[in-house]
């Protein structure tokens, strides 16, 4: 199915996932507005542009630079996609950070950056979405398959990302009357520079051991996903989908 003509949003867009899911749209026609939080992705964003716009010359491609924990840098950011596109028909949010720690060795600092970062962002862009994005639209939210794991040290993380699921039910219902579709994708343990920081080698080993093929997610396992829910999967919204090789289910 083609999305010429099309306008996606892509948060965290310009490595890693984010990446890949821009590569998919863009190869389906649909013009980027790409989002990355400091200047430490810059390069990333400047080659994944330049790889974009030669391998996908007919359509737009612009980066955005923005933390995106506050209300009016959300805004700001959607208006001046509104301002160079002139819609937006697609938000894809793979904003995210992790933190394995004990509870009782988690700061009321580290608390509260995990929450602005997983939780407030999310729900701040599906609000300006909500606002902003056309009728038939598609909004979708990265989440993380430690929402079905009964597992410690990861309560910040998965404790932040677990309000997603609400926000996104809530929002999918609040939308359905303009045929908006609203879902959260949930992976496996990725594959990603995001992964491996908090990780000793015997977790690795363990996350790679309960999944199909005894490996992580891949984000090339992930962006297929996104790519049917912004074009065949229309039927499907309000729901969080686990994509992880077996790792874990609810």
């Known amino acids: ?3 010429n003509g099309k306008v996606a949003i892509v948060t965290g867009g310009a490595k890693n996932l984010g990446a890949e899911i821009a590569r998919e749209l863009g190869a389906l026609g649909a013009s980027l507005a790409l989002h990355y939080n400091s200047d430490k992705s810059k390069d990333d964003a400047d080659k994944l542009g330049a790889e974009l716009q030669q391998s996908f010359p007919s359509i737009k491609v612009k980066f955005y630079q923005a933390n995106l924990t506050t209300e009016a840098a959300v805004n700001g950011l959607f208006l001046d ?3 160079d596109f002139g819609k937006i ?3 894809v949010n793979t904003v995210g950070k992790v933190l394995k720690k004990s509870i009782i060795d988690i700061s009321e600092a580290e608390y509260d950056e995990m929450f602005a970062v997983n939780s407030k962002s999310a729900f701040l862009i ?5 606002q ?3 009728d038939g639209g598609k909004i979708i939210t990265i989440v993380t398959s430690l929402l079905a794991a009964f597992t410690g040290f990861y309560t910040s993380y998965a404790g932040s990302k677990a309000p997603v699921e609400h926000f996104t039910r809530g929002v999918a219902k609040e939308l359905q009357p303009r ?3 609203v879902n959260a994708v ?3 343990p990725m594959d990603t520079p995001f992964f491996y920081p908090q990780e000793s080698p015997d977790a690795v080993a363990y996350h790679k051991s309960q999944a199909l093929g005894g490996r992580l997610t891949d984000v090339k396992d992930i962006a297929p996903l996104v790519t049917f829910l912004v074009t065949g999967g229309q039927w499907i919204t309000g729901q969080t989908i686990f994509a992880n090789g077996g790792y874990t289910t609810r």
């Open 1 to 3: 199915m083609s999305l």
């Open 81 to 83: 996609v509104l301002a």
């Open 89 to 91: 028909d697609i938000v």
């Open 126 to 130: 599906l609000k300006a979405g909500a």
């Open 132 to 134: 902003h994005v056309a």
């Open 179 to 181: 045929g908006i579709s």
């Open 186 to 188: 949930a992976p496996g």
